[in-house]
């Protein structure tokens, strides 16, 4: 069975029939599953090196936001309004910023209070 071919109004959502987008969803919830699954088992049962779980957890996250992106928020790379890239790239910056903002503000704390 193929992926969904979904047509698109001007704003990017898909202008298909209802079937057509119940499909879709069941693709992506189909995809996330199976991105995060492996990835669970793998953590539960030591099936990988330290090194290795790291890297399958980096990529199984991309995935998924490769997959929430296209089949849940209806965002492609492709033909996509101004709006919509600068809508994922301010929301990335916020992100960085914060998770960076953390990992500063937690190792400072930890030199100061003598960790290792």
């Given at each position: ?10 704003t ?9 987008e ?10 996330s599953l ?32 490769a ?16 709006e919509?890239?600068?809508?994922i790239?301010f ?12 990992i ?13």
């Amino acid at each position: 069975m193929s992926a969904p071919v979904e047509t698109e109004d001007e704003t990017g959502t898909p202008d298909g029939t209802p079937q057509q987008e119940l499909r879709s969803y069941l693709w992506g919830y189909g995809l996330s599953l199976l991105l995060t699954l492996p990835v669970f088992g793998a953590v539960a049962s030591d099936w990988l090196s330290q090194t290795a779980l790291w890297w399958a957890i980096g990529a199984a996250a991309l995935g998924q936001i490769a997959v929430q992106f296209r089949f849940f928020l209806h965002i492609r790379l492709k033909g996509q309004a101004k709006e919509d890239l600068q809508l994922i790239l301010f929301t990335a910056l916020i992100l960085g910023m914060m998770g960076g903002g953390t990992i500063w503000i937690l190792h400072n704390l930890d030199s100061r209070m003598g960790g290792p």
